[in-house]
């Protein structure tokens, strides 16, 4: 099964981008769909983006569309977000998920793999 590690997070001013990096390992890279998840402090974990086994379907949730953007590098075994004109209300733990279903589902159980999570904070 794969594993999976983010790492790029940090703190960033209002209007500031960021680059998420999730590096997998353990398995196949390009067998597995990708997502993005968020969760803020006190709310649900919520759907951020997901990307096809090849990388050349994607689907965004309307809240980061036209300012994130998700791709992969099958060689490397990394997925990337990245993330453009943050907002405070971007301020979350990001997490990368992947599933080995082709669809591009937004919901949790959908993804079977996840990992540590990295933190974004946006400061106004």
């Known amino acids: 099964q794969v594993q999976l590690a983010e790492s790029g997070g940090g703190l960033v001013q209002a209007g500031g981008s960021l680059r998420l990096s999730c590096a997998a390992s353990?398995?196949?890279?390009?067998?597995?769909?990708m997502g993005w998840f968020r969760q803020a402090p006190g709310k649900e974990r919520e759907f951020v983006t997901a990307?096809?086994?090849?990388?050349?379907?994607?689907y965004y949730a309307d809240s980061v569309k036209g300012r994130f953007t998700v791709s992969r590098d099958n060689a490397k075994n990394t997925v990337y977000l990245q993330m453009n004109s943050l907002k405070p209300e971007d301020t979350a733990v990001y997490y990368c998920?992947?599933?080995?279903?082709?669809?591009?589902?937004?919901?949790?159980?959908?993804?079977?793999?996840w990992g540590q999570g990295t933190q974004v904070t946006v400061s106004a």
């Open positions: 353990g398995d196949t890279f390009s067998s597995y769909t």
């Open positions: 998920a992947a599933r080995r279903g082709s669809a591009l589902p937004a919901t949790l159980d959908a993804y079977a793999y």
């Open positions: 990307i096809s086994k090849s990388g050349g379907s994607t």
